[in-house]
């Protein structure tokens, strides 16, 4: 479809769900603040107003392109109506921006300098709101601007509604249900709604003070990096393509006092075989099938409160934050011959949940501090180490090897495909075939040579958990195994990822996993010959007791 904008003929497609999408696409970003390709559309804020066929203005969000339409963007009068909504919006803010967890990404801060308001003409309004820094996720409506992204994201994305409007008119804030701390509701500590909040209103909580405190305080403080973290932390520095960025953060934590820096990716491996046979013996049993995997902590908080009834059909390995942090306790401290107590460990996580899995009694003394992906690009900055220029390193021995499954784990369908992965070196397999059902859906059909199927689904996205389980449930589906992450695309865009965490930005991670996948010669879990050391040296076999007393836990809610 062609249509005219600021008097220049332009083709978009004819099926663009609005114009704000449709010129998006074409490289015309309109200013808005409530608007979300992934959500229903708001409308809200008033911001992307379009003037049309020289009459009418409109909001381009809910206007609907049609062949030949001719459309300003930016006029003077829409350039002045503008600058009006956003000095509304800022004489009720509490423009606190150097403290604030988005500065310099905040939108409204963005829409201010390009408009330059240095003054505002409507006076300052202060309102009575609420702040909660006490959980993971730290709530300050003194930020809110009202566009509702958060509610969207947490109703429409993950199904789950736990925060919303309350109040009317000026006193209106949204606020969990009964504006109790987010922990106490159905809130699964996702994120999501930090991920796609405009200005600072959702962040997460920091800890980076704790670990300068356990430097300080002499610990011997080890890291270990999670695999979707290597996929977006180049964004912040200006090295897009650089599959080498994981190995420079090994490098400079070592300079900042960390004794050893390992890889998650590697007890990936080990959840994927462990897992891998956990399935063969439920299959053999003919027990608590289909299995559904437990590392996205958002994902278990979400079947413990909603389908209490499945928890025993979650896969009793730990997450593999959980059960690196128990081996490095348990057998690691031995080896070096420090005591657990000492040992300060701290996990590099895309995730806001992953803290809040941290302080789970099942869990409890197995990691001591998770700092998200953004708090680690704090961590770096604030060094005033230029990364580019450090040399990179690889992750210390024996956590630090990882095979391609192993890295996968950062994006959706990776936990399945690494157990699909064990499965084929297991048993004969005679097809494995992949296939996407809808967006967030994919089934993979494994057939053994002794014909019998395995069928398993890769979902992303709480609120198509919800209708996948429903259909398990009611028998409209079958599936033997199930691999759930909350976030869309899996960790790659999860709730501690860099600012924005669009579509556009989670495909060019899903690129680079790939390419730093490539890059590693050993394919499946099973080639894991470090791993296999360690069966060797602690854990025996696959589902042995040593494994069941340190990698696997009881979910008891
Ligand atoms: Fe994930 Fe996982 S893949 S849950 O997304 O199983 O956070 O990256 O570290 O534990 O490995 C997150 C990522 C991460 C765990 C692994
Ligand atoms: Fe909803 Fe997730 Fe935000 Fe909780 S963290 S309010 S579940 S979007």
Request: glycine share 4%; proline share 4%; charged share 30%.
């Given at each position: 479809m062609r249509i005219i904008v600021n008097g220049r003929e332009i083709e978009i497609r004819?099926?663009?769900?609005?114009v704000l999408e449709a010129l998006r696409e074409v490289g015309i970003e309109i200013p808005n603040l409530c608007y979300l390709s992934e959500t229903s559309v708001y409308g809200a804020c008033r911001m992307c107003l379009v003037e049309v066929d020289g009459r009418d203005i409109v909001t381009s969000c809910t206007l609907q392109p049609r062949e030949g339409m001719v459309i300003k963007t930016h006029t003077p009068k829409i350039y002045e109506m503008r600058k009006g909504i956003l000095q509304l919006l800022l004489a009720s803010h509490d423009g606190e921006c150097t403290t604030c967890e988005m500065n310099g990404k905040c939108k409204l801060q963005k829409y201010a300098q390009e408009f330059g308001l240095t003054t505002n003409r409507f006076e300052k309004i202060s309102k009575k709101t609420v702040t909660d820094t006490s959980s993971v996720i730290v709530r300050d409506n003194g930020k809110c601007i009202l566009c509702g992204d958060c509610v969207r994201a947490c109703d429409e994305i993950q199904g789950i509604a736990a925060i919303d409007f309350a109040y009317r008119g000026f006193e209106a804030q949204v606020v969990p249900s009964f504006e109790e701390k987010l922990e106490n509701?159905?809130?699964?500590?996702?994120g999501q709604c930090v991920a796609y909040c405009p200005t600072g209103a959702l962040a997460i909580r920091n800890d980076v003070d704790k670990v300068y405190k356990a430097i300080e305080d002499g610990k011997y403080v080890i890291g270990m990096i999670a695999p979707a973290v290597r996929a977006s932390l180049q964004e912040e520095f200006g090295l897009e393509d650089d599959v080498a960025t994981s190995g420079r953060v090994v490098s400079l934590l070592k300079m900042i006092g960390f004794k050893k820096v390992f890889d998650v990716a590697f007890a990936a491996d080990l959840v994927a075989y462990e897992e891998a046979h956990e399935f063969l013996e439920r299959v053999e049993k003919g027990e608590k099938l289909p299995q559904f995997t437990s590392c996205c902590p958002g994902w278990v908080k979400f079947a413990e409160q909603y389908y209490p009834e499945y928890i025993s059909h979650l896969s009793s390995v730990k997450s593999p934050q959980m059960a690196l942090g128990a081996i490095i306790k348990k057998f690691y401290s031995r080896e070096i011959g420090v005591d657990p107590k000492d040992i300060v460990l701290v996990s590099i996580m895309p995730c806001t949940a992953k803290k809040f899995e941290a302080e789970r009694e099942e869990f409890e003394?197995?990691?001591?501090i998770v700092l998200t992906t953004r708090e680690l690009v704090k961590v770096i900055k604030s060094t005033g180490i230029d990364i580019k220029m450090v040399d990179p390193e690889p992750f210390d021995r024996p956590y630090g090897l990882s095979s391609q499954s192993g890295l996968s784990f950062g994006k959706t369908g990776g936990v399945l495909g690494s157990v699909v992965n064990v499965i084929n070196d297991k048993m004969s397999v005679k097809s494995v075939e992949t296939k996407q059902l809808s967006e967030g859906v994919s089934l993979t059909t494994v057939e053994l040579s002794n014909g019998k199927v395995v069928k398993g689904l890769a979902v992303f996205g709480l609120g198509n958990a919800r209708k996948i389980v429903d259909a398990l449930k009611n028998g409209e589906m079958e599936a033997d195994v199930v691999e759930v992450m909350a976030c869309n695309y899996g960790c790659i865009g999860g709730g501690g990822q860099p600012y924005p965490n669009d579509v556009r930005t989670r495909a060019r991670r899903a690129k680079i996993l790939k390419e730093v996948q490539s890059?590693?010669?050993?394919?499946?879990?099973?080639?894991?010959f470090h791993m296999h050391q360690l069966y060797e040296k602690y854990l025996e076999k696959p589902l042995s007791h040593a494994s069941h007393e340190v990698i696997h836990t009881l979910y008891k809610h």
């Open positions: 004819d099926d663009a769900r609005n509701t159905e809130c699964v500590l996702c003394g197995n990691v001591d890059i590693d010669v050993l394919i499946s879990p099973t080639e894991n």
